[in-house]
């Protein structure tokens, strides 16, 4: 059974880090293209950051420089994503989201909540 399941989430103050991490099993996770999306409400869903099977990272001009995702597959894959510095305007649901070709899993999501 595929599962992504996120854990991290929180309320913190502006300036703050959260770290979110993604575990995933049921599948060879390590050959997939692993993201964070998020949405804030009444808003759509975009994407955070991606890290490829390969390493390769892409990160959406918000959140260069204070946001960082990893990924470690020694057993289940793991997705990371370390957050810092962190602006109301990051206030959002976050989910987990595993890409390959025309296979695409999320997780249930995560609140991440930040406080002016």
């Known amino acids: 059974q595929v599962q992504l399941v996120e854990s991290g989430g929180g309320l913190v103050q502006a300036g703050g880090s959260l770290r979110l991490s993604c575990v995933a099993s049921?599948?060879?996770?390590?050959?997939?293209?692993m993201g964070w999306y998020r949405q804030a409400p009444g808003k759509q869903r975009e994407l955070v950051a991606s890290?490829?099977?390969?390493?390769?990272?892409?990160y959406a001009d918000s959140v260069k420089g204070r946001f960082t995702i990893s990924r470690d597959n020694a057993k289940n894959t793991v997705v990371h994503l370390q957050m810092n510095s962190l602006k109301p305007e990051d206030t959002a649901v976050y989910y987990c989201?595993?890409?390959?070709?025309?296979?695409?899993?999320w997780g249930q999501g995560t609140q991440v909540t930040v406080s002016s």
């Open positions: 989201n595993a890409a390959y070709t025309r296979y695409t899993y």
């Open positions: 049921g599948n060879i996770f390590s050959f997939y293209d």
């Open positions: 890290i490829t099977s390969r390493g390769s990272t892409n």
